[in-house]
């Protein structure tokens, strides 16, 4: 399945590779100041919450506008911060399980961003029982050899096609239902390109190029959104709030027909006692 952008025209080819050169450099530029500036967490909103994690080297700050556009659709979204993101992915899954049980984050939707969902994968059933949905966002499912760039870092090594975490994370993620990978037409930072794909029928490719469109760019931002809100519209929590208002207010009204009938009876039995008997009394 192929995404094209609707709400606006495609760019041309070369305009695509210099805006993926321009979200990298941000990307890089916004690493030391997303040690110590975090984008605060949106709490409050009608629609499923949206838990997005970065990948290596990933900060929140460059995720500001991903986070903004789901905030205007209505949703609480938490960008996670987990410290350096070139250290242990197992380690990661767990930080990323006791964030969402520190916040009570349930029934969500997930977007891993790269090596983001690698670490989403790393989740116990803990962490794993509490998404609704996650997407794997040109994430590195089957390994990437330009891990070898960075072969000092425990993260780089464990992306390595033939690392022991891959061939785990290759069992796994085929035992899963509630997966969708979505990745780029074409993907840099990949390499071979189909380490991206599960090759499920529900695969999505965006028809645009860059490893970072997918999160920071524009289209790659309004193909995300909307496989979101298609994933939301199956079963709206709006309708699931309603309803279960409308039960509990049925089950008040009941409660309160059930409690009166009870305090008249209650009434009626206590004046019964207070009468006093009329027949077989004689006048004088």
């Not at 590779?17 to 909103?45: A, C, N, S, V």
């Not at 028809?207 to 809100?229: K, Q």
């Amino acid at each position: 399945m192929t995404y094209i952008p609707e709400e606006r025209d495609q760019s041309h080819w070369a305009v695509q590779i210099l805006r993926e050169l321009w979200f990298t450099l941000l990307y890089m530029l916004l690493y030391l100041p997303g040690l110590l500036i975090k984008l605060p967490h949106r709490t409050e909103g009608q629609l499923r919450p949206v838990v997005i994690v970065p990948g290596f080297l990933g900060q929140t700050l460059p995720f500001w506008r991903l986070r903004s556009a789901f905030i205007k659709a209505g949703h609480p979204v938490y960008v996670v911060p987990l410290g350096f993101q070139v250290g242990n992915i197992y380690k990661k899954g767990k930080q990323l399980e006791s964030f969402l049980e520190k916040n009570k984050i349930d029934d969500c939707y997930m977007i891993g961003h790269s090596m983001g969902g690698l670490i989403a994968l790393a989740m116990s059933y803990r962490g794993r029982d509490r998404v609704r949905k996650l997407y794997l966002v040109n994430t590195p499912l089957k390994g990437t050899l330009t891990a070898l760039a960075v072969p000092f870092t425990i993260a780089g090594l464990q992306m390595l096609p033939f690392s022991p975490v891959i061939r785990s994370m290759s069992q796994k993620f085929n035992t899963f239902s509630n997966l969708q990978t979505v990745f780029a037409k074409f993907d840099q930072a990949i390499v071979p390109r189909q380490n991206l794909r599960m090759g499920r029928f529900d695969d999505v490719m965006f028809a645009e190029i860059g490893h970072l469109n997918l999160g920071m760019g524009s289209a790659g931002i309004e193909c995300l959104r909307e496989l979101v809100r298609m994933e939301e519209n199956k079963d709206p929590l709006v309708k699931a709030k309603k309803a279960s208002t409308i039960q509990e207010k049925s089950a008040v009204a009941i409660t309160k027909v059930v409690k009166t009938g009870i305090n008249r009876k209650a009434a009626g039995t206590q004046k019964a006692k207070g009468r006093r008997p009329t027949v077989g009394l004689k006048r004088k």
